[in-house]
């Protein structure tokens, strides 16, 4: 080996070494390079190529993909949330409103604007650099359907809250959620019921509302929504198993007393799903 000793090796490839042998060493080493110029390369293409189109069931929307970690992002989201997108496609009509409550880097939006032609998506997201980047992402994706981001907190009461600043990646995060230990920012908050009142704000034919935790504050702050307007609602519940910041047992809740919160208003539970420590629900409602 020359001038290169054993105990110069890194941990990983002297026990390689011990284990299967040099040449075992080499071909893992190369391997090792190539993946990381390859990754490197890649990067590169998506930087300087700035969008993305990635697909659901043969439903396409495009990202901004110019950072390495709104690549991953985008890619994990649509990746984790398959099933959810392809049934959510599935069921808008090319009028509905859909409102996309909890909207984080906008996956859900970007894939209903590429189904509603005449109608709007409305993506409510309080942490301002998950905003940013989607609006980013649903520049990309307007087509003739009417956008709109509202940067508040959806609640069951109007004023302000502190909401968590968590550590992010390139300004990105997927978690943050109301009344942190830590450092926080301020948020405007209302219920769904009082904003659509005397406000162009279209009150929605479909709502998915993923909020970490605070679905309750969500859910009750919109029942005469879900009473008179809403046609189907997905909505993931943490509860307290979950590794959300926040948890609905906070709130006084538990999935069954959530779901009936939903049922009183008139719908039917349609599928209900656990999904590692969180409960995923699809709800329709009866009328």
């Known amino acids: 080996m020359g001038k290169y000793m054993l105990g110069d090796l ?35 293409y998506w930087r300087i190529k700035g969008t993305k189109q990635l697909y659901v069931d043969g439903t396409g929307a495009t990202f901004d993909v110019r950072s390495q970690a709104a690549r991953k992002k985008a890619e994990s989201h649509c990746r984790r949330e ?21 909207a984080n880097i906008g996956v859900f939006s970007c894939f209903a604007a590429q189904k509603l032609i005449d109608g709007s998506v409305i993506a409510f ?19 003739d359907t009417e956008i709109l981001v509202k940067n508040i907190a959806l609640s069951d009461s109007t004023g302000d809250i502190e909401f968590t600043s968590p550590e992010t990646q390139n300004g990105l995060t997927s978690k943050s959620a109301i009344n942190p230990n830590g450092e926080t920012i301020t948020v405007e908050t ?40 809403c046609r189907v609602l997905y909505c993931e519940i943490h509860p307290k198993e979950s590794n959300a ?24 539970i349609v599928h209900k799903e656990r999904r590692h420590n969180e409960v995923q629900i699809k709800a329709e409602a009866d009328k």
Do not use: C
Request: negative net charge.
């Open 125 to 143: 997201e309080p942490f301002p650099p998950n905003v940013q980047q989607l609006e980013k992402n649903l520049s990309h994706n307007e087509n």
């Open 82 to 102: 398959s099933e959810l997108l392809s049934d959510l496609i599935d069921t808008l009509e090319p009028d509905d409103v859909f409102w996309d409550v909890g």
């Open 190 to 229: 209302y219920p769904a019921d009082e904003l659509v009142q005397g406000s162009p704000i279209a009150p929605p034919d479909i709502v998915k509302i993923d909020v970490e935790g605070v679905e309750p504050l969500v859910l009750q702050g919109m029942t005469n929504i879900l009473r008179n307007h």
């Open 10 to 44: 890194p941990d990983r490839a002297l026990e390689t070494y011990r284990s299967e042998g040099l040449q075992s060493v080499v071909i893992k080493g190369n391997t090792l390079v190539r993946n990381k110029v390859k990754n490197k390369a890649e990067n590169g």
């Open 245 to 268: 910041e926040h948890t609905i047992d906070e709130f006084g809740e538990t999935v069954e007393s959530l779901i009936s919160l939903i049922t009183d208003q008139g719908f039917t």
